[in-house]
């Protein structure tokens, strides 16, 4: 295949699709803004699953490596009311069919997948335009250009690729994330350790919540979930670490000091996360030579189901792309025939699950749905 794939966005999804294609004997270049794989710290802990995530990491043929990073143990969850009570538990015995991995980790298994220069670092895209029959051009933020006739948008939420196909930017969903954490929880924190057990906690009401992790090495990393306006979080003074994580806290007033302690306990400042969607029936007329996957496709709110997408997207995109060598077009079509409802039925599922998570019945509407789950044949 003698057709030139440049992927924008060295993520999970865009570096898939680059070793796929790879597998299959076609080249490609990923440009990333990040300046090296350590630029930044790459996100928690990632449930990888059987219908999607796991089937892309196959096409990979880096089932091996996945399996060597898998934590034990860390698909137990713990479902708490505010008060500390425990209203439903779920052990890990392996069953669960959703591993858990660093998302950090199994970014460098696909990085160290691909031949050595495949990942030019430090290249930010700054705009795209079209340049006629089907090829485009990219201008990164040092003014340098490039050509090609496959671009590839694998660049998240503010895609630098997604206007050349539409015009639809992600709108905020009402809630907002402030992360921290809690560092070697066992011997520092161990009435946190001890809340949040092997693997997940949950402690959820209406309009608000507290979500943890277990990663590796005893880190336990801290989610407090909040409902409301956009500037009402973006007021919160976060460069005063102390006064933040008070800031934060406070809206928990009255919730089990177990709790409010993964807050105001933790060893890292908080960082502000607003959340932001791309309309659930989003989806693009065929424009010629240029094409999206993961976030920069179908961003949706949080719900286990974004970097497993990213990565099938990659692994489908690349299988379409070697099935049609001499025809990238019917690839294209084949690939987003496909990606649209798939991504569709996903952001569906996991607006539901915010709302069990955090709507007016939370977190008894979620207990019921957990219920009639295990009860599903």
Not at 343 to 367: Q, V, W
Request: proline letters at 5%; charged letters at 25%.
């Amino acid at each position: 295949m003698t057709i030139d794939v440049t992927i924008i966005g060295a993520g999970l999804g865009g570096l898939t699709l680059a070793r796929v294609l790879h597998v299959h004997g076609i080249a490609a270049t990923v440009y990333e803004a990040e300046a090296s794989p350590t630029a930044r710290a790459q996100g928690g802990m990632l449930d990888i699953h059987e219908d999607n995530g796991q089937p892309a990491l196959r096409a990979a043929g880096l089932m091996d490596e996945f399996r060597g990073l898998v934590l034990e143990g860390r698909q137990a969850m713990r479902l708490l009311d505010r008060d500390g009570t425990l209203l439903f538990e779920e052990p890990d015995d392996g069953t669960a069919g959703r591993p858990e991995v660093q998302r950090g980790e199994l970014r460098q298994v696909l990085l160290d997948s691909l031949p050595a220069g495949t990942v030019r670092w430090g290249r930010k895209v700054a705009g795209t335009r079209a340049l006629g029959d089907g090829r485009h051009e990219v201008t990164f933020a040092d003014g340098t250009t490039l050509a090609t006739s496959l671009l590839v948008g694998a660049d998240g939420a503010w895609s630098r690729v997604r206007p050349l196909l539409c015009s639809v930017l992600p709108e905020y969903t009402g809630m907002s994330v402030v992360e921290t954490y809690l560092l070697d929880a066992d011997t520092r924190h161990p009435a946190a350790a001890k809340v949040v057990g092997g693997g997940s906690l949950l402690a959820l009401a209406p309009g608000r919540g507290v979500v943890a992790h277990r990663e590796r090495g005893g880190t336990l990393h801290i989610y407090a979930m909040l409902a409301g306006p956009q500037d009402r979080f973006a007021a919160v003074e976060l460069t005063d670490a102390a006064e933040a994580r008070a800031r934060i806290a406070r809206e928990f007033d009255g919730w089990a000091p177990e709790l409010t302690s993964l807050i105001t306990d933790a060893d890292t400042a908080p960082v502000l996360r607003p959340l932001h969607a791309l309309p659930i029936a989003h989806r693009w007329d065929r424009v010629p030579g240029v094409t999206l996957l993961g976030d920069a496709a179908h961003l949706s709110v949080p719900n286990g189901e974004g970097a497993n997408l990213a990565m099938y997207d990659g692994a489908e995109l690349a299988k379409a792309l070697a099935a049609h060598p001499d025809d990238v077009e019917a690839a294209l079509t084949e690939y987003e025939r496909a990606m649209f409802p798939r991504s569709a039925a996903a952001a569906t599922d996991g607006t539901k699950l915010h709302e069990l998570m955090f709507g007016d019945d939370a977190p008894h509407g979620l207990i019921t749905a957990f219920v009639e789950d295990d009860r599903t044949p």
